[in-house]
């Protein structure tokens, strides 16, 4: 039996690939983003699910695209259900 590893999260994504390579603070990369602190706070935490809106400011503070962020989302939450 193989066992298969997790997709990463949004959290995950945001913590290794922006604010640890970037030395950037949770302050600094909720106001690239135009999130309060708490909100980015709770997405990385997984406690705050994206939606449309979310990833669009995510999207721009990162220089990404909102779907980039809806498709880590939809992949986490898939591999929840399975």
Same mark, same amino acid.
């Given at each position: 039996?193989?066992?298969?590893? &997790?997709?990463?999260?949004?959290?995950?994504?945001?913590?290794?690939?922006? !604010? #640890?390579?970037?030395?950037?603070?949770?302050?600094?990369?909720?106001? !690239?983003?135009?999130?309060?602190?708490?909100?980015?706070?709770?997405?990385?935490?997984? #406690? !705050?699910?994206?939606?449309?809106? !979310?990833?669009?400011?995510?999207?721009?503070?990162f220089n990404?695209?909102?779907?980039?962020?809806?498709?880590? &989302?939809?992949?986490?939450?898939?591999? #929840?259900?399975?």
């Amino acid at each position: 039996m193989q066992i298969m590893n &997790q997709p990463p999260t949004v959290g995950d994504i945001i913590h290794e690939m922006y !604010l #640890k390579p970037s030395n950037l603070s949770l302050k600094e990369a909720a106001q !690239l983003c135009n999130l309060t602190e708490q909100q980015l706070d709770s997405i990385i935490s997984g #406690k !705050l699910e994206i939606g449309y809106e !979310l990833a669009y400011k995510l999207a721009t503070g990162f220089n990404t695209s909102h779907s980039f962020w809806l498709s880590i &989302q939809q992949d986490a939450k898939n591999n #929840k259900k399975a």
